[in-house]
Every structure is written in C-alpha cells, then in structure tokens.
C-alpha cells in the first residue's frame, strides 16, 4: 500500500492514446518508479487517483485483452 502522495505539481501529464473526442478519457503521468497517478482530462482541479504501478500495469493488460469489453 502506497503511504506518501508523491508531488505531482511538476508532473508531466499525457492522454491516452485512445482518447475520446467527446473528452470522455484520462491522463497519467509516469514520472514514479512505483505508482502512476491518473487524473479526469476534464477536471484537473480535483486530486489524482494515485494507484500501484503493477495494478495499473494489469488494468492496461486487461483491456488491451479485451478491446475495452471488461466483464462485469
């Protein structure tokens, strides 16, 4: 479990590559070796969801796998 938020008030952020025009998509920076921060592309105001690289990592894998259709 991540204890300490990192400072992202430098943080280079970036969009998916699968963006949607209708701006429904999110941005990550990947500037920390242990977790990636994500944040609403909408709304960069509110706090980033802050989660462990290796989740993220799966999370990727997962929807890669299965074009987006994640099962419920």
Not at 4 to 11: K, M, W, Y
Not at 16 to 25: D, F, H, K, L, R
Not at 38 to 54: E, G, T, W, Y
């Amino acid at each position: 479990m991540l204890t300490t938020e990192p400072d992202l008030s430098r943080a280079s952020w970036r969009k998916s590559t699968y963006s949607q025009s209708s701006g429904g998509c999110v941005e990550i920076t990947e500037e920390y070796p242990d977790r990636i921060p994500v944040r609403d592309s909408k709304a960069h105001d509110r706090i980033p969801v802050v989660v462990p690289r290796r989740a993220w990592t799966t999370f990727v894998t997962a929807v890669a796998a299965t074009d987006g259709r994640l099962p419920a």
